[in-house]
């Protein structure tokens, strides 16, 4: 038997230690080669670690949330054979302890029917008490007479009250008078009815991503003074293609509100540089970029991620639809690579149809702006003298004010605004 130390291996992008966010072994449990040991949290992504040996668990370097160093034992498996690589030396034989029993001599000499049992003492005898005073006669609440429907006084009977306690308001005693008296009486376990009930409190450790995305938004808020700028947008044309794009798309994939919006994005963002950059704080440089690396912001049972559409401004709607419902699933899933969630210039965040009718998105650090579309909903609108009924969204945008000014936000999202409207200018060159 040997066995053989696990150290976490670099992980690279000069990433200095790693967080434990999930085991999948226990200590005494077996593990195969190539079975998954750990999931570990870098600044970028989730990396699964595999086991090089098969052997059982014999340490495991610490509980999840803990961060482990790179270059430090993550888990020791005692292996079948001989070890190589980071190999401990074998614990010496240890002898198994004999299981030491007390023994009382002579006493497998004595059997149960040998045991004298003890001589009864008799009791003395008793002593006739005084007949006690007689006590006054006073009527129990229960013996008195209450008026109350059967299905009171089943419900008196199950909570255990004595209907002869309970105020009626009335000639009779109701709910109301049953529910009165458990409430101020502070009956402990009572529950109202129509009441919530309350919960345990849960603790929960705020570990992996969840933790990751804790620390990103609080310096993102504290470091960059942000301003919204909100604006309506009458997206009834755009809606009426987009039916039709998907009623005539054949075997592409069906076309959301989303992929209409990255083409106005991408359309409105040469005339504004200022939108599509970066801040770096430390070196006070602002670097704006020609393409457009749109973040997509996306909810997934760990929590926030941002994968990013390279070269967004080069696809068209049916190109962007197939990206975006490929990012969507692999970060859902777990399986976004590291390039994947990276180095992007702009992000967009949306919630469908659970937009609300504003937002205040918190800027993607460390970039300068994020965009949120809100829900459509259908209102009716003035056109002229006439009254008509317009779909409409209200579009959100956060900007960093130490790069962008707020003329700069307006003036980028009525550009916006202007192919929105007129969704033909999206498509026209």
């Known amino acids: 038997m040997a066995r053989y130390s696990f150290r976490l291996p670099d992980i690279g992008e000069g990433i200095a230690e790693a ?20 999931d570990m949290m870098t600044d970028k992504a989730t990396v699964e670690m595999e086991s090089p040996v098969s052997g059982i668990v014999v340490e495991l370097a610490g509980e999840v949330g803990d961060l482990i160093p790179i270059g430090s034992t993550l888990a020791v498996i005692e292996t079948d054979g001989d070890g190589d690589g980071e190999v401990e030396a074998p614990p010496a034989d240890t002898p198994v302890e004999e299981e030491i029993i007390a023994e009382t001599p002579g006493a497998e000499e004595v059997s149960v029917a040998e045991v004298a049992a003890p001589a009864p003492v008799a009791a003395p005898a008793p002593t006739p008490a005084p007949a006690p005073a007689p006590a006054p006669v006073v009527a129990p609440a229960h013996d008195r ?55 345990a409190d849960e603790p929960v450790k705020v570990i992996g991503m969840r933790r990751k995305i804790a620390e990103n938004m609080a310096t993102a808020k504290r470091a960059i003074p942000h301003f919204t700028y909100v604006e309506e947008m009458d997206v009834t044309a755009l809606e009426d293609m987009r039916a039709d794009l998907n009623a005539n798309r054949g075997g592409r994939p069906k076309l959301t509100m989303l992929p209409f919006l990255i083409v106005a994005i991408c359309r409105t963002i040469p005339e504004f540089p200022m939108i599509n950059a970066r801040y770096d704080d430390e070196g006070g440089v602002v670097t704006r970029y020609g393409a457009v690396h749109l973040g997509m912001a996306t909810q997934t049972d760990a929590g926030l991620m941002v994968p990013v559409i390279r070269d967004a401004q080069d696809k068209n709607v049916w190109q962007l639809a197939s990206e975006i419902s490929r990012l969507a699933e692999a970060a859902r899933t777990g399986k976004a690579k590291v390039e994947e969630l990276t180095g992007g210039t702009l992000t967009v965040t949306s919630l469908g149809p659970l937009g609300g009718i504003a937002t205040t998105p918190v800027i993607n650090r460390p970039e300068v702006a994020i965009i949120g579309p809100n829900k459509i ?30 003329w700069d936000a307006a003036s980028y999202v009525q550009a916006l605004k202007k192919l929105i409207e007129t969704p033909v200018l999206l498509f026209a060159d």
């Open 145 to 199: 007479q209450v008026l109350a429907s059967p299905a009171v006084r089943a419900r008196a009977k199950d909570l255990g009250v004595d209907l002869g306690q309970v105020q009626a308001e009335g000639d009779r005693i109701r709910h109301s008078d049953l529910d009165a008296f458990l409430r101020y009486s502070g009956r402990q376990g009572y529950h109202a009815p129509g009441a919530s009930r309350a919960r």
């Open 19 to 38: 967080e434990i966010v999930a085991w999948h072994v226990k200590i005494g449990e077996r593990v195969e080669e190539d079975a998954q040991l750990a």
């Open 377 to 406: 909903v259908e209102r009716p609108v003035f056109d002229g003298d006439d009254i008509r009924r317009a779909k409409l969204m209200n579009l959100s945008i956060s900007c960093d004010h130490r790069v962008v000014d707020g």
